[in-house]
């Protein structure tokens, strides 16, 4: 049995691009985007459409602007076999202007990933792209930290004055258990009657998975997954376990496997995410992953890299 | 709020001695020993009291004996701090003679691990445990792959002829959902009246952690965890994860962090566990770890060894 409402969408590049500037090769992206598309998965993000007002080009790689240019380039010559191409715009690091109509892009989907405080510019923003023709979600962040009745009213926002197909709960800090998941997915769907509920779940506590689990049965219909988890900081929801969890035939595990195996493993020469220890401590302690990526990061010299003694008491004594 | 029936079990020693035939240092296993007592956790399980004539001490270390020499100087000095020390006796693998009557012993608890078939051999060493003046438990393993008519006449007989204090399951294949945890903790409190149930998890696909917790709002209250997850294959639930959650204020992390610092983190030189394609494999499939096992102790130029598609076609086509 399966739920055939569950689309699963694969961000991989779009997530894993905040742990190297979104410095993709052409390569990697065409391969990432060609297994995903074999395997069935419904949705794949490219990266973000955000503005080079914003971002640095020279800083910056191709994929956190995802010009139609690059997209096409990503894209030409390899059959989606039915999945849709989405990419993200941040509410604050992204403008109208940066989207074309629909009839001249190859994207099929917007989502725009917001704070609570910025619904404001997110709704001007799905609206926009609703309005040249795409489909949209809004993905709340951090909504670990959110106050309860910014939320609710962000929702209610949000159900009255935009037609998104689904809005969701980001847990940015890796923070919440199963229990929570329970309680947001029910907050949103008390709210939402028009809309369905998506989850997009990081690993700081190896809880992205489980998470992902615990929002489909309490009825999330929408959920992210990145290629063997590559994300910010602890990563997310692995993309194969999901595949083999759900039971729909549409999705064949071994495309995933292969992409694994030829382009995702030799990234962890360049970039490290997945559990550690300093991940961990932001996840039980509800916090953004920038102190830990700041820690890990540091030389290999430094001693206070082990001590994660002293990064614990000093989080746990700067209560935010 | 807490349940204080709650128990926690570190097996860092003995279930990572799965992964170096038990070869640990007398330093490393004083300084777990004392994270461990440090930290409030219930108990700590440093090895296997399994016989000499099963296993060679030519290629074994100390703590696949846990002769009492070794427990003394593991522990002496050491306050335990009320903290018990339990070794496990695997049923087809160990004697009763390998005990000496608990007044002449350091350990507290004998664990009983055993298979579903084995069920009679693990009740004679439980009962002679018992006898000798020990508390006990048997761990009944690969859950996952019991008949059900088969674990519920095993129960039965656990329920009358025993005087255990828990009953574990034992997902060794990391292959069980929440879903699972649900069944099997439901099922082992039906059948076992007067005693507690306990789990003890694996990571196979990152559900160590949040399968602990299944068990816990399920009602386990006897809860096997690693330190940062050293164990077989994948691992198991990380005794840090898993005391960040508790909220029982006996509980300090702080000489965990410590202790996987110093002591945990420099063994990922010698020993490779934790979440990877192979095990996740063996996992989604059910499958015992060993042949995932053998994959990732290939040779790093055998191209079997990244080719991930095939060992799960071949795992699929040898359904066992």
Redesign the interface.
């Known amino acids: 049995m399966y739920r055939p409402q569950i689309k699963v969408v694969d961000c991989t590049i779009r997530d894993g691009g905040l742990m190297n500037n979104s410095k993709f090769s052409m390569e990697a992206v065409r391969k990432v985007y060609k297994a995903v598309c074999d395997a069935g998965v419904d949705i794949v993000e490219l990266g973000y459409r955000n503005s080079k007002k914003m971002f640095s080009v020279n800083e910056y790689g191709l994929w956190r602007f995802c010009d139609e240019e690059s997209l096409r380039k990503a894209t030409e010559g390899i059959d989606s076999k039915g999945t849709k191409l989405a990419v993200m715009q941040d509410s604050h690091k992204a403008f109208a202007e940066d989207l074309l109509p629909k009839k001249e892009s190859v994207v099929d989907i917007v989502r725009v990933a917001t704070y609570v405080k910025d619904i404001d510019k997110a709704i001007k923003l799905v609206n926009n792209a609703n309005k040249l023709g795409y489909e949209t979600t809004i993905n709340i962040m951090s909504v670990s930290k959110a106050l309860d009745r910014e939320l609710d009213e962000a929702l209610d926002q949000i159900e009255k004055e935009t037609k998104i197909m689904a809005c969701y709960i980001v847990d940015s800090y890796g923070a919440l258990?199963?229990?929570d998941m329970d309680f947001y997915v029910d907050k949103f769907k008390k709210h939402l009657k028009n809309k369905e509920i998506g989850v997009h779940c990081h690993?700081q506590?190896?809880?992205?998975?489980?998470?992902t689990?615990?929002g489909i049965?309490r009825g999330a219909n929408y959920l992210d997954a990145t290629l063997?988890g590559l994300g910010r900081a602890a990563g997310n929801c692995?993309l194969?376990?999901l595949i083999?969890?759900l039971k729909n035939p549409k999705f064949d595990?071994?495309p995933l496997?292969?992409v694994?195996?030829?382009t995702i493993?030799p990234m962890e020469k360049d970039i490290r995410w997945?559990?550690s220890?300093p991940y961990?401590?932001g996840?039980?302690l509800n916090r953004h992953p920038e102190a830990a990526m700041t820690l890990m990061n540091m030389d290999d010299k430094n001693p206070d890299k082990?001590?994660?003694?002293k990064f614990?008491?000093n989080l746990t004594e700067n209560e935010v």
Request: charged share 15%; proline share 2%.
């Open positions: 258990y199963s229990e690993n506590q190896q809880l992205g998975f489980a998470n689990i615990a049965i063997y692995p194969e376990l083999g969890f595990i071994r496997l292969d694994i195996s030829d493993l997945g559990y220890i961990m401590v996840g039980i082990l001590n994660f003694r614990y008491d």
